[in-house]
C-alpha cells in the first residue's frame, strides 16, 4: 500500500536534547512537507522540500533543520534552539502538480520533559 | 491569502445527509477549494477539491456557488467514523513558495450522533 509513514508516534525527550522525526512515501511524490500542530490550533508549516537535495524554510523553521537526500525520506531534527518543542508533528506529500492537494502521515507526538 | 470562514460545530444523525458549509468571497479566480478533515490524534485527510463545477468521489461531494464565493462539502450518509474536523481550503495555483503551504484554520467540528 502506498502511503507516508512518521515513527515513532509517540516521543519523549529531556529539554536540551536534539531529536529527529523520521518522515518516509513510497507515493513517488517529489514534494514533501513538514507541519506542526498545537492544540486546538491549525497546522504551521516548518520546511518544506520540493525536490531532492533542496529545501526551504517554512513560517516556523527556527529551531528545526531538515534534509532531504533521497525522494522518499523527509527526516526533521527538533534541536536545542527550539523554545517550544512539545507538539504534534505532521509530515505531508505531494506531487509537483497538485500543491494543493497534500497526503498525511499518522504524525509523530512530541513531549519535552 | 484569501480565507475561508466555517461554523466552530455542527452535529448529525448517523445515515443522515451532511452539509458543512465554507464562505470564501475573496476567492480569486485561480484558487482551488480544497476538503480536509481530521480525526483526533490522527494526521489530516484529503476528502476533495474543486475549481469551479461540482464534484463527487468516494468519500463526499463537493457543490460549489456559481460566483464562487461559497462551497458546500456534502456527506451523503454520515457515520460515525465521519465525526472529525473539517477544514475548507483555498490553494493558488502557480508556482511560488507561498503556493506551497496549506493554511488550516480552525475548521468544523463534526460530531455524529448514534
Known amino acids: 500500500d502506498g502511503g507516508i509513514t512518521q515513527s515513532p508516534k509517540y516521543l519523549f525527550r529531556k529539554e536540551g536534547q536534539n531529536v529527529t522525526l523520521s518522515c518516509e512515501q513510497n507515493?513517488?511524490?517529489?514534494?514533501m512537507y513538514w507541519y506542526r500542530q498545537d492544540p486546538g490550533q491549525g497546522l504551521r508549516l516548518i520546511y518544506y522540500?520540493?525536490?531532492?537535495?533542496?529545501?526551504q524554510k517554512g513560517d516556523i523553521a527556527e529551531g528545526y533543520s531538515v534534509s532531504r537526500e533521497k525522494k522518499e525520506s523527509f527526516p526533521l531534527t527538533v534541536t536545542s534552539a527550539q523554545k517550544n518543542p512539545t507538539a504534534f508533528y505532521l509530515c505531508?506529500?505531494?506531487?509537483?502538480?497538485?500543491?494543493?492537494?497534500?497526503?498525511f502521515g499518522p504524525g509523530t507526538r512530541l513531549t519535552v520533559l | 491569502d484569501a480565507k475561508t470562514t466555517q461554523p466552530n460545530s455542527m452535529e448529525s444523525n448517523e445515515e443522515e445527509p451532511v452539509h458543512l458549509p465554507c464562505n470564501h468571497s475573496t476567492i480569486s479566480g485561480t484558487d482551488y477549494i480544497h476538503w480536509y478533515r481530521q480525526l483526533p490524534s490522527q494526521g489530516p485527510e484529503y476528502v476533495i477539491h474543486g475549481l469551479t463545477s461540482n464534484v463527487n468521489n468516494r468519500m463526499a461531494s463537493l457543490a460549489i456557488a456559481e460566483d464562487r464565493k461559497s462551497s458546500t462539502l456534502i456527506l451523503h450518509r454520515a457515520t460515525l467514523r465521519d465525526a472529525a474536523v473539517y477544514y475548507c481550503i483555498l490553494t493558488p495555483r502557480g508556482s511560488g513558495g507561498s503556493n506551497y503551504k496549506l493554511t488550516f484554520g480552525k475548521g468544523t467540528l463534526l460530531t455524529v450522533n448514534p
Open positions: 505531508a506529500s505531494s506531487t509537483r502538480q497538485g500543491r494543493g492537494t497534500q497526503y
Open positions: 522540500s520540493q525536490i531532492v537535495n533542496d529545501f
Open positions: 507515493l513517488n511524490h517529489d514534494a
